[in-house]
């Protein structure tokens, strides 16, 4: 975040500090119970929504040398993203040209080649096909059958996006609303990639999204776990076109930051989470970067497969890992999986009752409104 809007934030804080105000909209938002459980529904957020805009893939520290490979599944396409020898990050289809079987099998590594298990075709880092076996059985091998099927990507402030085809860099900075700046301050393209995981979850996308965008539930669901440690009730918000910015305050902030003397940087003592429209949030920790991305299973509405990846400063020494992330991952992953997802299992079990047909936002929970009104903008019911 840069100078100047840190001070502009600081300054938004202190006024809703000092009287005692929860930052709120005008009014409440009702939602429909259908856009969680409607199978028709959902396929029109995969057709409409999903697939039309740009998505957080895989990340710089994911592919950071030549050679460099990481396979991409949970969207429904098979992706394969590679660093070739000239730096540049490429996505192909991760589908041989032969027979249509997948080509890379591992989820990461680092090979200039890579061979098909079904016949032994073999492509370079570039996506070029470089060697078919038996060659004299495929005299007619046109150009059309030259390589894998390319995919438009960007690397850009440490993300890697996959671009709805026909997109350009320009029309990903376009679609950021003014946040491009603001992502690039944190320089996360120099991070290091600490780990990764993907689960798998009974529950509608958009709930992994939701928990991010309110703190009106973590005095109750997360009393004991993070709940002590932030202000809870409390999110200042920013829409940035399509994507919403919603800053937590740790415990300490308002005697070391309004308490302290002179200047005082409030980066230390604040979380920052951006949803980036559509299913990707980011969530800026100040020791660390966490980013997680949702997407439903096979068109099911009660299913999604969710990645969560930690990305930090400098690559972990194993007494780091296992004295400081290992417990930093305990507590993310038990927060989440344990608490967030275990009651939206919960829910989602409720709304398939039809005890309710509307969902209520509360004044309170400005983010979580934006978010639901920009999707509904984009897919009426």
């Known amino acids: 975040m840069r100078q100047v809007e840190r001070e502009r934030l600081m300054v938004e804080i202190a006024e809703f500090l000092a009287t005692d105000c929860v930052p709120m909209t005008d009014s409440t938002m009702e939602n429909e ?5 409607d199978p028709a529904y959902t396929r029109r957020e995969i057709d409409e ?10 990340f710089s520290a994911s592919v950071p040398d030549d050679g460099d490979f990481v396979t991409d599944d949970i969207s429904g396409e098979p992706l394969v993203i590679m660093r070739s020898r000239d730096g540049a990050v490429r996505a192909f289809y991760n589908v041989c040209v032969h027979r249509g079987t997948k080509v890379v099998c591992d989820e990461r590594g680092n090979r200039q080649r890579h061979a098909c298990p079904f016949h032994g075709w073999v492509y370079d880092s570039s996506g070029v096909l470089r060697a078919v076996s038996d ?26 996006w996959r671009l709805p085809d026909g997109w350009t860099e320009d029309d990903l900075v376009d679609s950021l609303g003014g946040l491009d700046d603001e992502l690039d ?16 979850q009974p529950i509608n996308w958009k709930f992994v999204i939701d928990g991010f965008l309110e ?23 920013r829409e940035y076109g399509s994507n919403v910015r919603m800053v937590v305050l740790r415990a300490g902030y308002d005697q070391q930051v309004l308490g302290g003397h002179g200047s005082v940087d409030p980066m230390p003592h604040i979380a920052v989470a951006y949803q980036l429209f559509p299913n990707t949030v980011v969530v ?9 991305t949702a997407y439903p299973t096979t068109g099911a509405p009660d299913q999604c497969t969710i ?8 690559p972990s020494t194993p007494e780091e890992r296992q004295r400081d992330w290992d417990r930093n991952w305990a507590i993310l992953t038990g927060t989440v999986l344990e608490e967030d997802f275990a009651v939206s299992r919960r829910a989602q079990a409720g709304y398939a009752t039809g005890a309710v047909t509307k969902l ?16 509904a903008d984009r897919l009426p019911l």
């Open 307 to 314: 990645r969560v990846s930690v990305l930090i400063p400098e």
């Open 33 to 37: 119970v259908s856009r969680y459980v």
């Open 185 to 200: 301050a944190y320089g996360i393209g120099s991070f290091a990639l600490e780990r990764t995981a993907v689960f798998e």
């Open 284 to 292: 800026w920790q100040g020791t660390h970067v966490e980013v997680w």
């Open 215 to 237: 703190t009106y539930h973590f005095k109750f669901l997360h009393e004991d776990t993070i709940a002590p440690f932030v202000r809870t009730n409390f999110g200042p918000f």
């Open 49 to 58: 929504v999903l697939t039309t805009s740009p998505r957080v893939v895989a």
């Open 360 to 375: 209520v936002y509360g004044r309170n929970e400005p983010a979580l409104q934006a978010f639901h009104r920009n999707l």
């Open 135 to 160: 060659p004299e059985a495929f005299p007619d091998l046109g150009s059309s059958r030259q390589g894998l099927v390319p995919v438009p990507v960007v690397e850009r402030h440490g993300l890697i």
